[in-house]
C-alpha cells in the first residue's frame, strides 16, 4: 500500500526535487548542514514509511538514523537521470527496513515483544513542521490510496501487502501462501491493474 502512497505524495513532493538534489549534492560534498536539511524535510515521511514495515517504534527510531548515515554515505551513488532524489531516499528506507525485517536478530527480538498498540499503528507520513498545504495534500493521498485498496479483494490485497511490507518475491509468497505461482502472479497483475485505474481516476 505504502508504494502508492509514495506514488501520490511524489506527484507533489517532485515539485522540490530541484532543491533534494541541490542538496544530495552538497551531501556529496560532505556539507552537514545539508544533511540537516534533508532530515528536516523528509524524517517523519521515512520514520511512517520504515514503522510501517517493522511495526516496532523503537526499531524504525533506530533505523531512521541508519538510513540518514547512510544516506550520508552513499549520496555520491544518486543518479539524477535515473529518477528523483524522493524516490531515491525512499528506496533506500524501505530496503533498509526490509533487511531488519529479515535479520534473524530483529526477528527474535520480535518474539520477545508485544505487538504494537493501535494507537502506535497510526502511521504519520509526512512532517509536521513543514508546509501546512503540503501536509493537507499528503493526508489526502493517503486516504485515497487506503480507499483504493479496501476495494481490492482480501486474497489481491494480501499479495499486494506481502510483497511490499515483506519485501518478498512472488515464487516466495507462493510458497508461503501454498497457492501456485501462476494465481499470485494473477492476484498481482490484477490488483496492480485496479489499483493504478482507481489512482488515475482519483489523480484527475
Not at 511490499?164 to 497457492?179: A, H, N, R, T, W
Request: net charge neutral; hydrophobic share 40%; charged share 30%.
Amino acid at each position: 500500500m505504502l508504494y502508492f502512497f509514495i506514488s501520490l505524495a511524489g506527484q507533489y513532493l517532485v515539485k522540490n526535487d530541484k532543491r533534494d538534489r541541490a542538496l544530495l549534492r552538497r551531501i556529496v560534498a560532505k556539507e552537514p548542514q545539508a544533511l540537516g536539511e534533508l532530515y528536516d524535510h523528509y524524517n517523519k515521511l521515512l520514520f511512517g514509511l520504515i514503522l510501517s514495515i517493522l511495526k516496532k517504534r523503537t526499531e524504525a527510531e533506530d533505523l531512521l538514523q541508519e538510513v540518514f548515515t547512510l544516506i550520508w554515505e552513499k549520496a555520491y551513488q544518486f543518479d539524477a537521470q535515473s529518477g528523483s532524489g524522493y524516490t531515491w531516499i525512499c528506496t533506500i528506507a524501505r530496503n533498509k527496513a526490509i533487511d531488519r525485517l529479515r535479520s534473524k536478530v530483529y526477528k527474535e527480538q520480535k518474539k520477545q515483544s508485544s505487538s504494537l498498540d493501535d494507537d502506535d499503528v497510526h502511521i504519520t507520513l509526512y512532517s509536521t513542521e513543514r508546509n501546512p498545504l503540503e501536509d493537507t495534500i499528503l493526508n489526502e493521498r493517503a486516504a485515497k490510496v487506503t480507499q483504493a485498496m479496501k476495494q481490492l479483494s482480501d486474497k489481491q490485497r494480501q499479495v499486494i501487502q506481502v510483497a511490499y511490507f515483506e519485501g518478498k518475491s512472488q515464487s516466495e509468497i507462493s510458497e508461503e501462501l501454498d497457492v501456485p505461482l501462476g494465481t499470485i502472479k494473477t492476484r498481482m497483475r490484477d490488483a496492480m491493474i485496479k489499483l493504478r485505474t482507481l489512482l488515475a481516476d482519483e489523480a484527475e
